[in-house]
């Protein structure tokens, strides 16, 4: 039994590797695009608006309510970001319960990669919010002491990132496949609902704790035009 999908190996040549990790993301991707395409061709203002296009604007406004509540910012801003997270990893969860189909979020190199996203957004929000110096100086408050506590703290959260997403995703088909092979039956259903459930956690604290890191960030800005404002 393959414990990550990267190790499944569909074509190689020299240093071309398909895997199903690369293959399984491609067809997230193509699923998204094509349902994203579908329910967007005809949008319309109006009470009178396709069952897709309730569902597409419940959807957005959640996420924003979402990032309201968490950064006490305007969601508009994150909303592309924070939302593209969130609906690839739900997506590519929710796919999982489709017979052969191997969520890319399984695999350590998918988690990596979006951990990575966050780790590049963070900084790139907060100098945009607070400036390139205004941005360096967090890490030296309160005292240039604490520079290397900060580094190693902004690379924790990175890999805590990256392993939460990949150990429930894998941790949840393991179990689904051992219970299928001891009982064939009734749990591995269960287990398959629960590990659709769990997928569907995983992406809603995934996006928080992203939006909660960018926050971060961004809100020293926020609090000193509020201050400012004021007085």
Request: aromatic share 10%; glycine share 6%.
């Amino acid at each position: 039994m393959n414990l990550d999908p990267s190790d499944i190996v569909y074509f190689e040549w020299k240093f071309v590797t398909i895997s199903a990790t690369l293959v399984f993301t491609w067809i997230t991707m193509l699923v998204l695009s094509v349902g994203s395409y579908l329910i967007t061709r005809d949008l319309r203002p109006g009470p009178e608006i396709s069952r897709g296009q309730n569902v597409l604007e419940a959807l957005i406004i959640t996420i924003k309510k979402q990032i309201h509540e968490v950064s006490r910012q305007d969601p508009g801003q994150y909303l592309p970001f924070i939302g593209t997270l969130f609906i690839f990893i739900l997506a590519a969860n929710i796919l999982s319960i489709v017979p052969g189909f191997i969520a890319p979020t399984g695999s350590l190199n998918t988690s990596i990669a979006l951990a990575l996203c966050v780790f590049f957004a963070v900084p790139a929000f907060g100098i945009a919010s607070q400036g390139f110096l205004g941005y360096l100086k967090e890490y030296i408050k309160p005292t240039i002491v604490m520079l290397p506590f900060n580094i190693i703290s902004e690379i924790s959260r990175t890999l805590s990132l990256a392993i939460r997403l990949y150990g429930n995703v894998m941790s949840a088909s393991i179990i689904g496949a051992i219970l299928l092979g001891v009982i064939p039956l009734f749990f591995p259903v269960v287990m398959q609902v629960l590990g659709l459930l769990t997928g569907v956690i995983q992406a809603y604290i995934f996006a928080i704790l992203a939006i909660v890191y960018i926050g971060s960030a961004t809100k020293k800005k926020k609090e000193k035009k509020k201050v400012s404002s004021e007085q």
